[in-house]
């Protein structure tokens, strides 16, 4: 897989989380599989900040400045320090989906990139723009799932029906 099939890939998935995340209502936003799990408000906000300031910013860091340090980020301390509990859900839907937009545009805007630069991280060893990028789609894919897994269980709680036919989870 090249650099031009991820780019693709995370341009498909775009039209995939509208289709996943638009028209839910209010009862399903905020619903929880456990107390510890994240609602769908709480994965929204977080795609939606990933976007930002981790993969777009963290592949466009190791592509032009691959010798300076990498700006830390702390995806699970965002979640009370940003408050995503008293976010609108659909205008962060609204946002993610066009910050994602950006990043495709801006992918493909690329002149000649340099995928194979990489940023010494100081745990994970040497991190490639490349393997940043895969792993950008890699997330969306986990995300995706999680959205199933959550709309499933979602399902599950709230109906009387036996829904074995439909084969395990």
């Avoid at 994602?100 to 991190?127: C, F, M, T, V």
Wanted: charge should be negative; aromatic fraction near 14%.
């Amino acid at each position: 897989m090249n650099h031009l099939d991820i780019v693709n890939k995370l341009s498909h998935n775009k039209q995939v989380y509208d289709s996943l995340l638009s028209q839910i209502d209010h009862e399903q936003i905020y619903w929880r599989p456990a107390p510890n799990k994240w609602n769908l408000l709480g994965i929204v906000c977080h795609l939606y900040d990933e976007e930002r300031e981790d993969f777009r910013a963290r592949v466009d860091h190791v592509l032009h400045t691959p010798n300076e340090e990498m700006p830390a980020i702390d995806p699970v301390l965002w979640v009370e320090e940003r408050n995503y509990a008293a976010k609108n859900y659909y205008d962060i839907l609204e946002k993610f989906l066009i910050e994602r937009e950006q990043s495709i545009s801006w992918l493909k805007s690329l002149d000649h990139p340099k995928w194979d630069n990489y940023n010494a991280h100081p745990k994970l060893g040497n991190i490639s723009a490349f393997l940043l990028l895969a792993n950008w789609l890699a997330h969306d894919y986990l995300h995706m799932r999680q959205i199933n897994r959550y709309n499933y269980l979602f399902l599950k709680e709230n109906t009387t029906i036996d829904l074995q036919y439909a084969g395990n989870w």
